[in-house]
Structure formats: structure tokens, C-alpha cells
């Protein structure tokens, strides 16, 4: 279209699924220019969520979760190479090994790894695993098949409980070591936190909940672990399913709003800088972004969902070539799903965004059912166990910001109409504290400084 930037140098820092769909958007909506995509490993583009459940079942390689291409891209490929800075003055990605890419718009898509064991030293033993890559999941892979005496899982997020329903699956013995109340009590709160409590005692977890890891033991090679009640196991294998950390550590000295909560940018996935001023040739977009929603009352939101780094990929891509009117705003509603001990779970919208949450089809007796969370009188998420066929429904209600709790939509009878607390963090709560604060008082002298992480 005349008067677009079809042409010049667009680099993309992150060669994973945000970084390769937004490169396919590129080339499909006509962008003619130089394409370069950097990324730290040296493989292509590849899916991550069958780590956590095909191959660690040994099911698939994990050399073979590679993702599809689904055009053409002629763009320059640096694998194995690490972006160590950016300097946004001159338009120049700076790379660990030297070398600089120049661009003329720049997306940062570097995503997150998993967060590592607090000590180093145990974390170095030899049976202690993280799983984010490919690599990570073949090796982990490699050690269920051995058949180890006991796996330790520490954490019962998504990721470590999609583990331990793995090794479960193996048949081996597996401990999980939760911090709070129940599993997935941080992502979908206490009512469906409970269920999977007891799914994964019925399937035969060690399951500890409000306890921690306190230590790792062995020489050289784990042998057990102790908890902050007292107690100790034996383990000789243990997965630190402890989250996510998010990439910025590169763009430190860049000047933009980057920090341990992701790359801040509006909803047209246009980076913030440091002084909250929108950048016009440097976007965000997948795990490492963080951007405001209108239907979760602009609160930004940093999400680790496979259809969000696709979409929103899209989306940047799309703004990058394109001009004024013709940018688009990232408004999928997010959505994200997993198998774990038999389960087939799903969602729409935001759990942790809610107040309340209400069981509106099937029971948690029958573990089947949408359970449907609502914030301030209106609908924000629902949440079905192998029942997904629902959830259409309600993410018309999410989208319409209909009132909470639902009337009744399905043919399936709910199992209580009366909401409960849904036992999620307030979202109105900070989690950490700013990462840039001003100095001076006079308007000339009034500036932000970045604060170190803490």
C-alpha cells in the first residue's frame, strides 16, 4: 500500500514461535526488505508445550517438536547466538560474540527460561533438572526412562504438575514440594486448586503442599532433599518447576521500560521507554511482553500462553509495516490449556483477574465441569475440565463483559449457583517494587533513573 515501510531492515531478536510468526506475517503482508531472526540456541523454531508431555512420556523426540514454516521467509538466520544489547541511538543489536545487527524496526521476542535453583552449587548436581528447551526435555526424558528411584518435582504450577503426572505415567514414584495451599492455586485459585489436589493424590503423588525445599543433598550427585517441616526423602532425580524469568537482562542499558515483569509496551505492541514514551520502531511481543488490556481494566499483562505469543506476534508484525490508522490493537482473549493425570484443562480469559469464581456446569465431584470467575459483577475467565466444548460460550461473556455470575447457558445442570471466593492473588496488589524512580524538581531537571532488580 503507498506511503507503507514495506521495505528497509527489520531484525527480530528471538527465534522462537513469536519470532517466526511474526517473520511470516511480515512476509505475507508484503514486507520486501531484509529480514534477520537472532536466537540464543541453535535450533529452529520449535513447540515447547509437548516437552512437558509427550517427550517426557518418550513419546517424541524432542528433536522432532520442530515448528512448521508456513511460508517462505528469505531471512538471515543467526542461531546460536546471544543478543547482549541494544543500542536504540543507532539502531544496532549488539551480539555477545562481537558482532552488531543494524535494523531500522526491531522486535524483541526473546521470551523467558526457567527459573533456576536459588543455590548454585545444588543446582550444579548431577540429577537436578530444569525443563524449558529441548535440550532440557531431552535429558530429563532420557533419566525417567532409566527409571529412577524417586523424583522430586519442586513447585505444582503447570509445568510441575504436568511433570509429575508424566512420571506418574512412567509409574514412578514422584514427591511434589508446593509452597502454597494446593497446586495450581496461583494460576486458577482454591476451589480448582483443591481438585488437583486430590486428582494427584488419587494417582498416587507424594503430594506436600505449604512446605518448601530447604535443601538439596548429595555430593556431586542429588541424593535427597529437606523440607522446611522437618522431614527429608530420598530422591535421585528433582525438576525446579519454580516459573519463569523473563529476558531483558540484554536491554538494561537500552533506555526502554524493561525489567524483571517483561518489555512494557502499548497495545499496538509498540515498546515503552523508560520515560513511558511510546517507541515507533521498536516492538514486543510473546512471553517477554508486557501490554494493557482494555477487558482486564488496562492492568498490563505478561503471558506465558502459546495462542498469545502467536496472536499477538501477528499483530506486531502487522503494525510494524503499516502506519497510523492502519495499526491494529492486540485484543485476543487469552487462552491456554493442559493435560495432566487424565484431565483435560482449558481456559479463557484471566483466572487470576476475579473475585469470585462459580462452578457453573458439571461438578467437581465428577471432575468435569466450566468453572466461570468474575471481577467486580462481570465475567473475567472460565475454566473447563473435560468439558471445552463450553468454552466458546463464555468467551463471548468475557468479551462482552457480562455480568457475574452467568445465568445458565448449557444444557448440564451447575452444581451450586452460589459463588465462592476464588482465592487467587488481588490483583490489586503490586508483587515487587518500581524499577525506575524520578529525581529533581525543577522541569528541566526531572528525569527517571533505573533502579536495580531486586
Known sequence: MLGEPRDGRIVVVGASLAGLRAAETLRAEGFTGSLTLIGEETHPP????????????????????GLPQRRRLDADWKLGVRAGGLDPVGKRVLL????????????????????PWPHPDEAAMDGVFTLRTSGDAAALAARLAAGPRRVLVVGAGFTGSEIASACRERGLDVTVAERGPAPLVGALGGTLGELAAKLQRAHG??????VTVTALEGDGRLTGAQFSDGTRIDADIAVIALGAVRNTE?????????????????????AF???GIVTDDIFAAGDVAR???????????SLEHWGNAVAQAEVAAHNMISTGPRRRPHLTVPAFWSSQFGLNIK????????DQVVIAQG?????????????????????????????????????????????????????????????????KLLSHGPTVALTGHLPDRRLTVVQPAR
Not at 501490554?291 to 499483562?301: A, G, M, R, S
Open 273 to 275: 521507554d523508560m520515560y
Open 46 to 65: 520449535y513447540d515447547r508445550p509437548p516437552l512437558s508431555k509427550q517427550v517426557l512420556l518418550g513419546k517424541v523426540p524432542a528433536d522432532r517438536t
Open 205 to 210: 503423588v507424594d503430594l506436600r503442599c505449604g
Open 347 to 354: 481456559s479463557v480469559g484471566v483466572p487470576t483477574f476475579s
Open 96 to 115: 555477545d560474540d562481537g558482532a552488531d545487527v543494524p535494523f531500522d524496526r526491531l522486535l524483541i521476542a526473546t521470551g523467558t527460561r526457567a527459573r
Open 363 to 427: 461438578s467437581l465431584k465428577d471432575a468435569r465441569l466450566v468453572a466461570v470467575y468474575g471481577y467486580r459483577g462481570r465475567v473475567t475467565a472460565a475454566v473447563s475440565v473435560n468439558q471445552a466444548r463450553s468454552l466458546e460460550y463464555y468467551r463471548h461473556l468475557i468479551e462482552t463483559a457480562a455480568p457475574f455470575p452467568p445465568a445458565p447457558g448449557a444444557a448440564d445442570q451447575r452444581e451450586s449457583p452460589v459463588p465462592v471466593p476464588s482465592d487467587v492473588p488481588d490483583p
Open 250 to 270: 540484554w536491554l538494561a542499558e537500552s533506555g526502554l521500560a524493561a525489567g524483571p515483569r517483561g518489555v512494557t509496551c502499548d497495545a499496538g505492541c509498540r
Open 291 to 301: 501490554f494493557p488490556h482494555p477487558l482486564f481494566e488496562y492492568q498490563l499483562l
